[in-house]
């Protein structure tokens, strides 16, 4: 939405900062009724609603269960997840990207988000972290280079840098291949389904924690 990412998400995550998780349920329910009747227009047939019944909902996460049926019989399972966990850098309220607005035919929208350099940080302690490595993170961490400052320097712990370096070795051409590159429009599988765009990407990236890594001792 502000990033021009190729890349679109299976599903949605939002960090909270006020709003009780009665206002969030019914606000979320409001908000998917609304445009049931608009994904049509998209080849959506049917919206199924989240089952309040069986929706995680507690003081910290909120997590609502969505299924998109195409008027082929395709159901596409999708998730919109609420944390009240704490927010994790600097955020912006902006316009979102004219071009993404333009396609969907909608008109200005204004929203919060969290800038390039909070994200790219997210990502790292994404890669270091998860339990299963996942080949999108380098690909969200090699684009997202594009926006952040020149000469930006994480303020990750150490650690987490090096976890990260040593964690983007483990993810073969093969395992992007599958999860990343068939997931995108075909003219960017031509571009970035090459081998060669994924050792760049892996380089370009690993370049980084390693500077950073070098950079945080010299302090």
Do not use: C
């Not at 969030?24 to 445009?35: D, F, G, M, P, S």
């Not at 003219?187 to 945080?216: A, C, I, N, P, T």
């Amino acid at each position: 939405m502000y990033f021009k990412s190729r890349r679109y998400s299976e599903d949605m995550d939002l960090d909270v900062k006020t709003a009780s998780v009665t206002s969030v349920q019914n606000n979320t329910i409001r908000a998917l009724k609304a445009i049931q009747s608009t994904l049509k227009t998209y080849g959506i047939f049917d919206l199924v609603l989240p089952s309040l019944q069986n929706a995680k909902q507690t003081e910290t996460t909120q997590r609502f269960k969505v299924h998109l049926v195409t008027k082929e019989g395709l159901d596409f399972f999708t998730k919109i997840e609420f944390s009240r966990r704490g927010f994790s850098g600097e955020s912006r309220f902006e316009r979102v990207d004219e071009d993404i607005l333009r396609s969907y035919r909608l008109a200005s929208v204004v929203a919060q988000h969290y800038d390039a350099s909070s994200a790219f940080e997210q990502k790292i302690k994404a890669l270091a972290g998860r339990s299963e490595v996942q080949a999108r993170d380098v690909f969200d961490l090699f684009h997202l280079m594009t926006f952040i400052p020149q000469g930006f320097q994480s303020k990750l712990p150490i650690n987490i840098l090096k976890e990260a370096a040593v964690r983007l070795e483990d993810i073969s051409f093969e395992q992007y291949r599958d999860s990343v590159v068939s997931f995108l429009v075909d003219e960017d599988q031509v571009l970035f389904g090459r081998h060669e765009m994924w050792e760049e990407m892996q380089q370009k990236v690993h370049d980084y924690l390693g500077k950073g890594k070098k950079s945080r001792r010299s302090l």
